[in-house]
């Protein structure tokens, strides 16, 4: 169950009144930046042809649509490399539902997917809008991924993004494609919805069976020219007399160094 609650007792809001001149058709910036990155406990993974690898993604988004911030994402596509595989047969998963119910203390051992993530944002309090910095954990899921988001200060924050994949052979000159929806998040009653300003997220993990490592997800056996082309669809949500939009960024992380 999502729960956002104030750390002081807020009565009586005031009215949530957005300056939209000349707004109405603009969109936020977003900048990506994705590499692949070793996992830990497993030598030779990360950033070599067709090994295994966790991707380390980062989001910088910035627009003053709503209200002087960018408008609250809802959803996040993310579109691995050609040739890249998510082989995770075998790997523990968590339900989203157990997530919203107790929260990751309901996942079992096994079913993390990476370290613990971060993203910084803007949340309502009271009459005043302010930072809030949140933590990110992700878990696989019978479909993706499952991401769990937490926040303390100034604002109490807990609500669960589920992603699922698409295209595992690749389609479109990508590889897997990753769908995560995003909910809204609204702090107290009546006022506006958060809005994110940067994510960074790093997914991938790896088991021992017999002594022989599996991989949640391996990286390509060839690179293109260039590097490794991904791509992100950022999708913000139509309110305070905005449209929805989907905003894309591409980034292409280097080729492995030849030895």
């Known amino acids: 169950m999502r729960r956002a609650s104030t750390c002081l007792a807020i009565v009586g809001l005031a ?39 966790a991707v380390e993604a980062t989001f ?3 627009g003053t649509e709503y209200g002087g911030f960018p408008p609250p994402l809802i959803g996040v596509n993310f579109y691995l490399p ?16 157990a ?7 309901a996942c079992p051992k096994g079913s993390k997917a990476g370290p613990v993530g971060h993203a910084e944002g803007v949340v309502s309090f009271g009459t005043e809008r302010v930072k809030e910095a949140v933590t990110i954990e992700s878990f696989f899921s019978a479909n993706g991924l499952v991401f769990y988001t937490e926040g303390h200060s100034p604002v109490q924050l807990e609500f669960v993004s589920a992603g699922r994949y698409f ?28 809005s994110v300003e940067k994510i960074n997220v790093k997914v991938g993990a790896a088991r021992r ?8 997800g391996t990286m390509p056996k060839t690179c293109p020219k260039g590097g490794f ?12 007399g905005l449209t929805q939009q989907t905003v894309t960024a591409k980034y292409k992380a280097p080729c492995p160094k030849r030895h």
């Open 209 to 216: 069976s017999h002594g022989k490592p599996i991989y949640y």
């Open 15 to 53: 009215v949530f009144a957005l300056a939209l001149t000349g707004s109405a058709s603009a969109a936020p910036t977003v900048k990506l930046t994705a590499k692949p990155v070793p996992i830990p406990g497993f030598p030779h993974t990360g950033n070599h042809k067709g090994v295994g690898a």
């Open 229 to 240: 082309l991904v791509k992100a669809e950022l999708i913000f949500a139509g309110l305070g």
């Open 99 to 105: 997530l919203k119910n107790t929260g990751p203390k």
């Open 60 to 62: 910088h988004i910035s």
């Open 167 to 194: 295209n595992l052979g690749g389609a479109g000159g990508f590889g897997p494609k990753l769908v995560t929806q995003v909910p809204l998040v609204e702090t107290v009653p009546g006022a506006p919805d958060a």
């Open 82 to 97: 050609t040739g890249s595989k998510i082989p995770s047969a075998g790997f523990k998963t968590c339900s989203p539902e």
